[in-house]
């Protein structure tokens, strides 16, 4: 094994404010401890890798630092007993790249219980082509099953944020199980692009954004998973189907929504939480094994784009401005 590694490091400037990202070359023997070493082959692009490039959110504490909150690569080392040296996996999560280095180089360390081992039907890169978004998109699945949301239900699953990661897996999975799906999108370049996924229906963000008077609206939506939250979230929630649930998963048109009381009381509708970080194990894996069967491999490609890691902190601007279509891998050792 080299004692460097190339890697994307993050200096924080003299205001601690900016964060300038440079390629270096790194001492294996800077990486914090951990059980599993892994030569780190590909990793990706999330929103919360945009905001870590380009030192916003809070979400770095201490730099140097080296982001990335998804890798896949091959073992090196393991004193984890469920994963071997040669064994291929996945690492999403943990505040990897947040409170200690992540993919961004190519060589990481990981806790015990923390990898997953990529499942048969995908390799590395397409594991983070999948990554956090659709491990999140997958268990928001697995929620709105948990629920009781069945393919064969009255009125549609809408998809908020469709366009980006987390959506775009979403709408894939939603419409391959059999789901009528209706994609949320505000950008009309992407109309072809969903429908191409197996959406159903495309309804114009503006749509959704519109006030609407009074607590309820028509019942239109079966399920639904949101990755927008603010007035979206808001509307989505007044024209829910009795008894439906609402995947809450992201942020992307701000943290706040005007709630009212009245669809939990007269619709029993749910709100459900997802959270990928801190996702126990068992589920992950079970995510991971679905979305090996659940997805086609033609549609993860068709919303896959794969870049250098030197690109990373250009996209990073692109992501948070919402301009970046699917999801996007970075080359990283592989
Ligand atoms: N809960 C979890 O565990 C978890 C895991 C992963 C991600 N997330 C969160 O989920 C959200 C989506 O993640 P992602 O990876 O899919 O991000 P992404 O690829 O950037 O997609 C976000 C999408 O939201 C829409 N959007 C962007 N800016 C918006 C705005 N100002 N108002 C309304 N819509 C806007 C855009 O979709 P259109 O162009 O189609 O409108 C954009 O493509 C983020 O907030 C992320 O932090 C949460």
Sequence with gaps: MADTFRALMLRQGEDGKTVTPEME???????????????????????KDGLILQGLGGLVRNYPHIGGIDYAGTVEASGDPAIKPGDRVILTGWRV?????????????????????????????????????????MLAVMALEDHGLTPDAEGEVVVTGAAGGVGSVAVSILATLGYKVAASTGREAEHPYLTDLGAAAIVPRA???????????????????????????????????????????GLAGGAKFDGNIIP???????????????????????????LASQLPLDKLDALTTVAPLEKAPELAGEILAGRVRGRTVLEIGG
């Design 97 to 137: 790249g947040e409170n200690r280095w992540g993919g961004y180089g190519a060589r990481a360390t990981a806790k015990s219980g923390w990898c997953v081992k990529v499942p048969n039907g995908l390799d590395t890169k397409r594991a983070m082509a999948i990554g956090t978004a659709g491990l999140t998109a």
């Design 25 to 47: 070359d790194v001492a294996v023997g800077d990486l914090p401890d951990g059980e599993v070493t892994v030569a780190v082959e590909y990793s990706n692009l999330n929103y």
């Design 264 to 290: 939990f009381l007269l619709r029993g509708v749910s709100l459900l939480g997802i959270d990928s970080v801190l996702c126990p194990i068992d589920r992950r894996i079970e995510a991971w094994e679905r």
């Design 207 to 249: 749509e959704l954004e519109e006030e609407v008077k009074g607590p309820l609206s028509s019942e239109r939506w079966a399920g639904a998973i949101d990755n927008v939250c603010g007035p979206v979230l808001s509307n989505v929630m007044r024209a829910m189907r009795t008894h439906a649930g609402v995947a809450a998963v």
